[in-house]
């Protein structure tokens, strides 16, 4: 992952084109199967095709290669990164602006609502859309990285735009409120180190679905 070259302009209008496309598919067109709304394929599929186009099919095989010991502290630390990163916001936010109102996310409820082995389908859709939320984030986040590597930071300026980026895609799923679009944004701050510090996107996929798996388990025993 330290050794992605520099994106041409050319590359990157291509892969920023399959991204935004991507995005759009997923978020304005339902694809049902039963009552599962499985259009988060069509994040994978673009994404996945976004960063063949940035990086070659080579480089992008090599982005998803399988991880390599001792990645359970690795992911765990960016897991704990993501809950610290998301309990600092929200003490900010209320230092400054009082009670945050937050949208209790739509899978809840929905979850409490049907039998444990429709539970379990619903999940596994959940999971696949984390797989696209991680792979189109990689395909703004590493060009970013690319293009900014004279910088000593780097990696903190093209993570942060991502976080933000991120959290702008969700305004309207939180039907704007803005204290909680910080908070989902920016929580995927240690997904994305997961991604460097195990070298492999997959890093922050699993540290996506951990975070996830543990805030979904929460809220439905409660």
């Known amino acids: 992952m330290n050794t992605l070259e520099v994106i041409s302009q050319r590359r990157a209008v291509g892969g920023f084109v399959l991204l935004i496309i991507g995005y759009l598919l997923s978020s304005r067109i339902s694809l049902e199967i039963s009552f599962f709304n499985i259009s988060c394929l069509f994040l994978i599929l673009f994404s996945y095709s976004a960063l063949i186009v940035l990086f070659g099919y080579q480089s992008t095989k090599d982005l998803l290669k399988p991880l390599k010991r001792p990645f359970v502290r690795k992911i765990l630390s960016a897991v704990g990164l993501s809950f610290l990163i998301v309990f600092g916001i929200s003490i900010v936010l209320m230092m400054f602006f009082g009670e945050v109102a937050v949208t209790q996310n739509g899978n809840i409820p929905f979850l409490k609502s049907i039998t444990v082995k429709w539970q379990l389908v619903s999940l596994l859709i959940i999971f696949l859309n984390i797989i696209?939320?991680?792979?189109?984030?990689?395909?703004?986040?590493?060009?970013?990285?690319?293009?900014?590597?004279?910088?000593?930071?780097?990696?903190?300026?093209?993570?942060?735009?991502?976080?933000?980026?991120?959290?702008?895609?969700?305004?309207?799923?939180?039907?704007?409120?803005?204290?909680?679009?910080?908070?989902?944004g920016f929580s995927r701050y240690g997904f994305s180190m997961a991604w460097k510090s195990n070298d492999t996107l997959r890093g922050g996929i699993y540290a996506h679905l951990l975070y996830d798996s543990l805030l979904l388990a929460v809220n439905i025993l409660l």
Do not use: D, M, Q, R
């Open 132 to 184: 696209g939320e991680e792979l189109w984030v990689a395909g703004i986040v590493l060009p970013i990285a690319t293009w900014l590597t004279e910088y000593k930071f780097n990696w903190l300026l093209a993570n942060l735009i991502g976080c933000l980026i991120f959290a702008l895609i969700h305004l309207e799923i939180y039907k704007f409120n803005i204290a909680i679009c910080l908070i989902v």
